[in-house]
């Protein structure tokens, strides 16, 4: 049987297409035992977080238990606020969030609707693999933000990649090993 995985772009206009390669990347790197779902986000350009979080519960619902869950940059955000929230209503088989911001009381950084809840590591659940992965040449969003992460939810596995952009340069082959890990 197949694997599920779901990838959730970022924000901005234009990043479902600029997320392609880094998402034919993983396909190819998980191979034919999985499915990777990549919609593209209603207003990626100026998103909204209860749509978002809206489809992303529906696409988990089509999918059934143990999928794999990614998000990327403001999809990341959205994806470990939606964790924190629940009522998803599947058990995933691991959470994969990569150059997320963390938004806070920033004047740059801050958007309400996902800032976490000073509880965050206490409402996601204990049994889940999360995994917070950023490039240590992350021109968007600066790698600080994972240690933020990191302060916030001390069961994550940070992984900070050396030479690595926003994007992670195209290249998600560590995020394929662990999901293969995780199986």
């Known amino acids: 049987m197949t694997k599920q995985v779901l990838f959730v772009h970022g924000g ?10 880094a998402v034919e990347s993983l396909r190819a790197a998980l191979g034919d035992a999985y ?3 990549f919609p593209k986000m209603p207003n990626e350009a100026e998103p909204d977080f209860a749509t978002w979080k809206n489809v992303i519960a529906g ?4 999918m059934g238990d143990g999928a794999i869950l990614i998000g990327h940059s403001i999809g990341g955000s959205v994806v470990i606020r939606v964790l924190v929230d629940g009522g998803i209503g599947q058990s995933l088989a691991g959470a994969f969030v990569l150059s997320a911001p963390f938004w806070h009381d920033d004047d740059f950084w801050n958007w309400k609707e996902a800032q976490l809840p000073a509880d965050a590591a206490e409402r996601i659940p204990h ?3 999360l995994f917070l992965y950023h490039g240590r040449e992350d021109e968007v969003v600066p790698v600080s933000h994972v240690e933020m992460y990191a302060r916030v939810l001390p069961q994550a596995t940070v992984r900070r990649l050396d030479g690595r952009n926003h994007m992670l340069n195209d290249d998600l082959s560590e995020v394929a090993q662990a999901i293969k890990r995780l199986s």
Do not use: C
């Not at 990043?15 to 392609?20: I, K, L, R, V, W």
């Not at 696409?59 to 089509?62: C, D, F, I, N, S």
């Open 12 to 21: 901005g206009e234009g990043t479902y297409d600029e997320s392609a390669k």
């Open 35 to 37: 499915v990777v779902r």
């Open 59 to 62: 696409e988990l619902a089509e």
């Open 127 to 129: 049994d889940l693999p």
